[in-house]
């Protein structure tokens, strides 16, 4: 069975009338880069507060590490690093000097792992600046590398690639790629950007209006869905093409910019494909579409609002 790094069981919350959570219910394999999706106001930070014990744990289960939560929290902490909002340093000091001041008040931290745990975040050139001349994306990075800094076995990120721009995203992706492969660190954050979600996580928990919609490995959850691909053919067999594909049932199609867009399931592109062949229709090529985690998303949260 797979070990679990966060198991939450009816997890429920309030802030006066109005409830947040509404018996949350999910678990984070051990080992993973596991993305925590859902719409604004769905609860995705109060969870991730609950957790790191910033909001108070009133009704519900929490087990992080083997160690259930109110009463082993101290245990669990040692081994978890968390980024939760966005980081803040002291701006005169340096990078190396915040992280000796902020990570020594934990415990015992060592000049080379601070330097290894710069370096390891793409911040290298920089450990001798100034937090305060510090770009959004590099004060980002910084507050990853104090995650890291006491080597632990969970790292929990609240939006960590806020205010960066798509290279400062990609570079983000690669970091924590690494932390992941080079630490052994197993990774739960939260983000609201589905496309860096899928290149990055291997495991999903979608969220909405404080109950769990949907979690899972991404390979498996996109599996389930209808497959997409693309037709290219020369203008003059379009209508030919529209003939043989009207033959098929379950099957839709649309034109697209170059070709025909179609929505089947995944037994029949085989089929599709053999008989435009037979019809002698000159296909030019024949494109498959991943699978995107937005779509799911998307159909997800309109289930639970009922659209």
């Not at 925590?36 to 609950?50: Q, S, V």
């Not at 052994?184 to 291997?202: A, G, M, N, P, W």
Request: hydrophobic content about 40%; glycine content about 10%; proline content about 4%.
């Amino acid at each position: 069975m797979q070990e679990t790094a966060i198991k939450v069981n009816q997890l429920n919350k309030s802030f006066g009338r109005k409830k947040v959570l509404n018996d949350l219910s999910f678990n984070v394999p051990m080992n993973s880069i596991s993305g925590f999706l859902g719409p604004n106001g769905a609860g995705k930070t109060t969870t991730l507060r609950i957790l790191m014990g910033l909001v108070p744990l009133l009704q519900g289960e929490i087990v992080m590490l083997g160690e259930s939560l109110p009463g082993g929290r101290s245990k669990a902490v040692e081994q978890i690093g968390a980024v939760v909002e966005n980081p803040t340093f002291i701006e005169t000091m340096t990078a190396v000097e915040n992280l000796y001041w902020f990570g020594s008040l934990y415990k015992p931290v060592t000049n080379e792992r601070i330097l290894e745990a710069i370096a390891l975040v793409g911040l290298k050139d920089a450990a001798n600046q100034r937090f305060g001349t510090f770009s959004s994306g590099m004060k980002q990075r910084l507050g990853v590398a104090f995650g890291i800094l006491h080597k632990p076995r969970l790292l929990i990120l609240d939006e960590p690639t806020s205010g960066m721009d798509p290279a400062g995203r990609v570079q983000m992706r690669e970091i924590l790629q690494r932390i992941h492969s080079e630490e052994k660190t197993t990774i739960f954050l939260s983000s609201h950007l589905l496309d860096e979600v899928q290149r990055l996580c291997d495991y999903v928990v979608i969220i909405d209006r404080g109950r769990t919609a949907r979690e899972g490995y991404v390979g498996e959850i996109l599996s389930g869905h209808q497959e997409t691909w693309e037709i290219r053919m020369p203008d003059e067999f379009f209508s030919k093409a529209i003939e043989v594909l009207k033959t098929f049932e379950g099957l839709q199609w649309s034109e697209g910019p170059r070709g025909l867009m179609l929505t089947m399931k995944s037994e029949m592109s085989p089929g599709i494909n053999q008989a435009l062949v037979a019809a002698e229709i000159k296909v030019s090529a024949l494109i498959p579409h991943e699978a995107s985690l937005e779509e799911t998303f998307i159909r997800l949260t309109s289930e639970e609002k009922g659209n």
